[in-house]
């Protein structure tokens, strides 16, 4: 089929390849612009644009759509049999949409009509959904409302990160794609007007912890937010990256206490206010049982377990940690 490719981040890679391995006459890729990043603000591409100058295809790197009257033109007259859609970053106006022969075809990473929006994958986690996948959804001008052509499934575990699960599904989606795109047609299937969530799109701000929260949503956020935008809370004005934790009172290393939210076994009552160290190991009350931080991190230094932390860098039992 000759197909347009819209994509820019790392989820939307392994797709591009699948699609011109299988020998799919990719016309254009269409991606977010290149811009400063990292420590030094240097100018880079994004990895889908990366990946489609190793493969010599044509690239096209607007910074809007909506009222870019030329880039429909452009795109019309392309005379696509489809495009196929992961991650862009930009909404795509009804004249694109309508323009190939049949229409575009989105990788989302969610089982639609739950966690439509920017950050499904980072949503399931924070809901303690076990499950979540990839749906294939043919467009439409709504956020993610658009008929379903294909979904599977794969399970959320306790231990499941964003970054564990952004590889599976990034290629869970390009099998799947292969899969939307090969005879017979698909016959597309109307979302239900029910369950319908929304995953809004993250902030830094969002990673700072709150530690008013009960055990179980902090380590909800410790998971969902890795690798970005990480969590992170503050001791004596030092922000520290908070990597992975565990929850106190849970059975195994933690001892022999309840298994879920470490409201029972964990040592606390209730009375300690939130962000108080409790023990020389690093365990924190929280406003529902207690967690214990595992592996931390400062500011431009190397990740360590909790362990190595404290022999550099003492934490008294009573002190705090601010938001």
Request: hydrophobic share 40%; with cysteine; charged share 20%.
């Amino acid at each position: 089929m000759r197909l347009a490719f819209m994509g820019s981040p790392e989820f939307a890679v392994p797709a591009l390849r699948a699609l011109h391995a299988a020998g799919h006459e990719i016309a254009v890729v269409y991606c977010q612009p290149a811009r400063p990043a990292g420590r030094g603000h240097a100018v880079r591409r994004c990895p889908v644009h990366a990946e489609a100058d190793l493969l010599r295809l044509s690239v096209r790197t607007p910074p809007r759509l909506r009222t870019a009257s030329e880039e429909w033109q452009a795109f019309k007259a392309l005379d696509l049999d489809a495009a196929v859609v992961a991650a862009y970053g930009l909404i795509l106006p009804k004249p694109m949409l309508i323009a190939p022969r049949s229409g575009c075809l989105n990788i989302h990473a969610s089982l639609l009509p739950r966690w439509r929006g920017a950050a499904p994958m980072q949503a399931a986690i924070l809901a303690g959904d076990t499950e979540t996948g990839i749906t294939i959804m043919q467009m439409d001008e709504g956020l993610d409302t658009g008929p379903t052509l294909l979904r599977e499934t794969v399970p959320i575990t306790p231990s499941t990160t964003t970054a564990s699960l952004h590889d599976v599904l990034a290629q869970m989606g390009a099998r799947l794609i292969l899969t939307a795109l090969a005879p017979p047609p698909r016959t597309p299937v109307p979302q239900p007007a029910e369950g319908a969530t929304y995953a809004p799109k993250l902030s830094r701000e969002d990673g700072r912890i709150d530690w008013t929260l009960d055990a179980t949503s902090i380590e909800r956020r410790v998971l969902a937010f890795d690798p970005w935008p990480g969590t992170f809370s503050t001791l004596n004005g030092t922000v520290l990256k908070v990597l992975s934790v565990a929850i106190a009172g849970r059975g195994g290393a933690e001892g022999d206490g309840a298994e879920g939210d470490g409201a029972e076994g964990d040592g606390v009552d209730g009375s300690e206010t939130p962000g108080t160290v409790l023990d020389h190991e690093l365990r924190v009350a929280c406003g529902g049982g207690a967690l214990r931080l595992t592996r931390v991190q400062l500011a431009g230094r190397s990740a360590m377990d909790a362990a190595a932390f404290l022999r550099g860098h003492p934490i008294a039992p009573g002190e705090r940690f601010g938001g």
